[in-house]
């Protein structure tokens, strides 16, 4: 039901869009229609021209002026508010409805009689959401997940690690990442972030940009149970803390 909703919503977007282009072009200003058919007419010339000096020139001057014009254009606008619109109204719902993280074990069958332990993650690289752990005990799988828009919670209280290294790698364009580690388990951090803060435990770097910061614990070598934690983010704060 959700999933018709937002496809009949971009439809009527995409409709409101369409009749509005046809509507500035045929009563609004009528010099749309002159430079797209200016525009078209450079494009295909250029293009028979092409790979002249003259045919590029044409074929160049033409996608220049075709992007100028739809640039220029009501209707590009409009889609880019609605867009704008979508895109904070997906944000909102994530908050309110975060999607939980939570692995699980698949049991499959080789051709021979020795059975086959295939992990599987119900992970899922989304675009826009919030995602977090469960609030109850899970089994551990590493975790390699990428992003959109939307927070990421991971908190490794309510999970056994398994001993040697285990991995974290979470990816995301817009959002904050917050990792939970408890007391007895050593860590290495590695983060990149165009704009924002980082928090490791009692250590705050302030908002700054373009930063790459690497950490470890002092005794991450010798531990037998270790994090492994990668991390981009292109706006958004890390916070790595005890629990």
Not at 61 to 75: H, K, R
Not at 187 to 214: D, R
Request: glycine share 8%.
């Amino acid at each position: 039901m959700l999933d018709k909703f937002r496809t009949e919503r971009f439809s009527w977007i995409l409709l409101i869009g369409i009749i509005m282009l046809l509507f500035e072009m045929s009563f609004y200003d009528g010099g749309v229609v002159f430079f797209l058919i200016l525009a078209i007419g450079c494009i295909y010339a250029g293009r028979k021209r092409l790979p002249k000096s003259s045919g590029k020139i044409l074929f160049w001057s033409g996608i220049i002026g075709l992007s100028l014009t739809i640039l220029n254009t009501m209707a590009f606008r409009f889609f880019l508010l609605a867009l704008l619109v979508m895109v904070i109204l997906k944000f909102a719902e994530s908050k309110k409805n975060p999607n939980r993280i939570e692995p699980h074990l698949v049991q499959t069958l080789t051709d021979g009689e020795e059975p086959v332990y295939i992990k599987k993650s119900t992970i899922q690289n989304v675009w826009f959401g919030r995602q977090q752990t469960p609030g109850h005990v899970y089994e551990w799988n590493d975790i390699n997940i990428q992003g959109g828009i939307g927070d990421t919670v991971i908190d490794l209280g309510n999970t056994v690690l398994p001993k040697g290294t285990s991995v974290i790698s979470v990816r995301q364009i817009l959002g904050n990442i917050v990792i939970m580690v408890p007391y007895d388990i050593e860590v290495s951090i590695h983060h990149n972030g165009l704009a924002g803060a980082v928090t490791i435990f009692e250590s705050v770097e302030p908002k700054s940009f373009n930063q790459s910061i690497y950490y470890q614990s002092s005794e991450y070598d010798m531990a037998p149970q270790k994090v492994k934690i990668i991390t981009a983010l292109a706006v958004g704060d890390l916070e790595v803390k005890r629990v």
